[in-house]
């Protein structure tokens, strides 16, 4: 009879030592499902933000572009003698300081 539940005693052992790695192992694969989500998460993110600089670096340089149309001498000249009525001034209306 003492050997019965030396065995069952064993089995028990054995068995809640299976069921603790078992619980373990299962742990540390929900663990690595984890880490790999947010790993392909963050670089859905990055992908997203790259894309998005991207897209503001184009507006910016044509920005610049538009910005430099906007400053070109010809055209400020243009609007100042066609809608503001303004002329180069004469010899007369020229004071040079020494």
């Known amino acids: 009879m003492a050997r019965k539940t030396r065995k069952k005693n064993g089995d028990v052992?054995?068995?809640g030592i299976w069921i603790i790695l078992?619980?373990?192992f299962i742990a540390e694969l929900f663990l690595y499902t984890w880490c790999r989500v947010n790993c392909i998460d963050v670089g859905y993110d990055i992908s997203k933000e790259t894309k998005k600089q991207h897209e503001l670096i184009a507006l910016q340089n044509n920005l610049k572009?538009?910005?430099?149309s906007l400053?070109?001498?010809e055209r400020?000249?243009?609007i100042a003698k066609d809608q503001l009525g303004l002329k180069a001034p004469t010899k007369?209306?020229?004071?040079?300081i020494p």
């Open 22 to 24: 078992m619980a373990v």
């Open 13 to 15: 052992k054995i068995t």
């Open 65 to 68: 572009i538009e910005l430099a």
């Open 92 to 96: 007369s209306q020229t004071i040079v």
């Open 76 to 78: 400020i000249s243009k």
């Open 71 to 73: 400053k070109s001498p």
